[in-house]
């Protein structure tokens, strides 16, 4: 069983850049996607970006950060990163990453269903 642990969460202004880890430990890390999702107050979790295992295909963002997040894995530190530039207000949510729950998976999965050992969670606050 994958341990996730999140970091890099902060207070940013808008228009401003984080950049958020996550590092897993536990299972063979690279034949695992691994997913962004994220929780503002009030509202339900949501699905933001992931990424293939290695040899998979083309990472996925959800339509509201295309153009300024972008995920990333350095598969040799087991870490997962989310760039995330032109910050919006409503980007202030608790962001949590999350592994696959099948290894070398063909499709990159966005449901949160899809995935199993969820992070603590960092939380990202956005202001004016």
């Known amino acids: 069983q994958a341990q996730l642990v999140e970091s890099g969460g902060g207070l940013v202004q808008a228009g401003g850049s984080l950049r958020l880890s996550c590092v897993a430990s536990?299972?063979?890390?690279?034949?695992?996607?691994i997913g962004w999702f994220r929780q503002a107050p009030g509202k339900e979790r949501e699905f933001v970006a992931s990424?293939?295992?290695?040899?998979?295909?083309?990472?996925r963002y959800a339509d509201s950060v295309k153009g300024r997040f972008t995920i990333s894995r350095d598969n040799a530190k087991n870490t997962v990163y989310l760039q995330m530039n032109s910050l919006k207000l409503e980007d202030t949510a608790v962001y949590y990453c999350?592994?696959?729950?099948?290894?070398?998976?063909?499709?990159?999965?966005?449901?949160?269903?899809?995935?199993?050992?969820w992070g603590q969670g960092t939380q990202v606050t956005v202001y004016s």
């Open positions: 999350a592994a696959d729950r099948r290894a070398m998976r063909v499709a990159v999965p966005t449901f949160e269903a899809d995935f199993a050992s």
């Open positions: 536990g299972r063979t890390f690279s034949t695992y996607a």
């Open positions: 990424i293939s295992w290695i040899g998979g295909s083309s990472p």
